[in-house]
Structure formats: structure tokens, C-alpha cells
């Protein structure tokens, strides 16, 4: 439908409507540890892999660095590698930095950018999913905590063993503190339908970075969207809000952000 129509949801219903798309190949790269480990894709092939593209100068990047060291150990008897890529920095400044906030996943230092170039990757943290087969299963702008991470792998297959209900085949995911679902009211009738194709929504990054979507979902802390046939979860931490209202205004879009955990804006 050219219309846009708000839906409040559950999260539960929300991670029924997520697909994981796949873009396929992951870049080739090299990526050499701390430790003196190195990575390849063929070394890596039949295992998911989850990139951390980071800073030690981040405070997005620090608030996430114990849900990703946290999701290495919580995923590991399923396979999982943690690679976190410092981006443009020296060794001995990651070193220094790590001495004062230690990691427990692989740490690797990319001083030229040039892993960060090769995956696209504009602002931090940044989190590339590549799937067993050595596919790009999702990708993750700015940070979300754990919940948003085992999110993300589950694009690649892997998930935590759970109570949560089916829905005929389909596992859904549980959401603690959600209740019931309601719908926005939306107006109806053949005056409402647009004369015209509705203009895409507008998302402008904390960083001046913009892309546009027709179809997306958005809760109280992530937006969940398909860009190039790639679906990606950003953190609204990682948006210019005020900046994202604006210029959708301009467009005649009344683009509203959830404002508590039970409530999530989908369009169709």
C-alpha cells in the first residue's frame, strides 16, 4: 500500500514481522588479534560471525561493550566469534584503553580504516552478522544492549533456548513488561487513500548520514528497517530525532517516535 498507517504492536508481534533478509557475500578481509589470531572468511566459514566495529572514544561504543562480551560467552556453545574492530586508532592506544576497561571477546586494531571502508561502516559501533555460509545476514548502526544483539543473530540462525510461545510455525520472541496491542486510529474511506504515492521517510544519523525507507518498524529504542534488500536494526541513539521530525514535516509526513516500551510503529 502507497498509504502509511501506524500500528501499535507488541514487541512480540514485532519479531514475527522482522525478515532476515540476506544481501549475500560478506567483503573478503583479513583480521589479525591482540592475541596474534588471525581471521580470514575461508577460516571462518561454517561458523557465525558478529563484527564490532568500535573507538575507545565512543561512549556508544563503551555502554555496549558488556553486552557484546557478554553475548560472546552467551553464544559460544552455538559457534558464535566476536571480533571487536577498533577502527583508526593505534595499537598502544587500544592496548592503553583495555588495561582500564579490559574485554573478554577478540579485540583487533585497523588503524587505516580500511576494514571499516570495506563494510561500509560510517559511524560506531557499528555490527556487521555474517551468517555460516559466509553471507551478510543484518547489520546494526549504533548500540542496543544485549536484547538488540541476540535480535541480530537470530538472522543467522542462533537463538537462546526458550518458553516463548508459537503462532502456527513461527517462534515468537517474549517481551517482558508488554501488554496488550492497539492500533492508531488512521482515517478511513476513499478520501483518505493519497491522490499520489506517499514520499519515503526520511532518517537523518547523528552523523549527517540519511536514507529513506517505505516500510520500517520503530520502538521505543530501535528502528528496524529494509534498506537494498539488507535488513538493519539502528538504535535511535544513533539518529538525530529533532532533525528527522523536521524534515519529514517538510515532506507532509508526521513522523512520531514510540514513547514507551509497549508501543511500536509499524508501516505497510
Known amino acids: 500500500m502507497n498509504r502509511i498507517l501506524y500500528g501499535l504492536l507488541t514487541l512480540m508481534v514485532l519479531c514475527a514481522?522482522?525478515?532476515?533478509?540476506t544481501r549475500g557475500p560478506a567483503p573478503q578481509f583479513t583480521a589479525q588479534t591482540l592475541d596474534g589470531e588471525t581471521f580470514t572468511n575461508a577460516s571462518l566459514s561454517g561458523r557465525v560471525t558478529l563484527l564490532e566495529f568500535w573507538t575507545t572514544w565512543c561512549p556508544v561504543c563503551r555502554g555496549d561493550q558488556s553486552a557484546v562480551d557478554n553475548i560472546?560467552?552467551?553464544?559460544a556453545g552455538q559457534g558464535l566469534?566476536?571480533?571487536a574492530i577498533d577502527v583508526g586508532e593505534s595499537e598502544a592506544t587500544v592496548k592503553t584503553y583495555l588495561q582500564g576497561n579490559p574485554r573478554s571477546c577478540r579485540v583487533v586494531v585497523n588503524d587505516g580504516r580500511s576494514l571499516a571502508a570495506r563494510f561500509g561502516v560510517h559511524g560506531y559501533p557499528h555490527y556487521?552478522?555474517?551468517?555460516s555460509q559466509g553471507n551478510?545476514?543484518?547489520t546494526q548502526s549504533g548500540g542496543g544492549g544485549e536484547a538488540s544483539l541476540q535480535h541480530l543473530l537470530k538472522r543467522a540462525g542462533l537463538s537462546l533456548q526458550s518458553d516463548t510461545p508459537e503462532v502456527?510455525?513461527?517462534k515468537l520472541a517474549a517481551s517482558p513488561g508488554v501488554g496488550r496491542s492497539a492500533m492508531i486510529e488512521a482515517p478511513g474511506g476513499p478520501s483518505a487513500l493519497p491522490a499520489k504515492p506517499a514520499p519515503k521517510t526520511i532518517f537523518v544519523f547523528a552523523n549527517g548520514e540519511r536514507l529513506e525507507a517505505d516500510h520500517y518498524t520503530l520502538d521505543a529504542t530501535l528502528l528496524h528497517v529494509t534498506v537494498d534488500g539488507l535488513q538493519r536494526t539502528i538504535a535511535l541513539s544513533a539518529l538525530d530525532i529533532k532533525t528527522t521530525i523536521a524534515v519529514n514535516r517538510q515532506r507532509g509526513i508526521d513522523?512520531?517516535?514510540?514513547?514507551?516500551?509497549?508501543?511500536?510503529y509499524v508501516t505497510f
Open 168 to 170: 502456527g510455525n513461527q
Open 128 to 131: 556487521v552478522l555474517i551468517d
Open 136 to 138: 551478510i545476514a543484518g
Open 81 to 83: 566469534i566476536v571480533l
Open 72 to 75: 560472546e560467552s552467551m553464544f
Open 255 to 264: 513522523l512520531k517516535f514510540p514513547k514507551t516500551r509497549s508501543e511500536v
Open 17 to 21: 514481522l522482522v525478515r532476515a533478509d
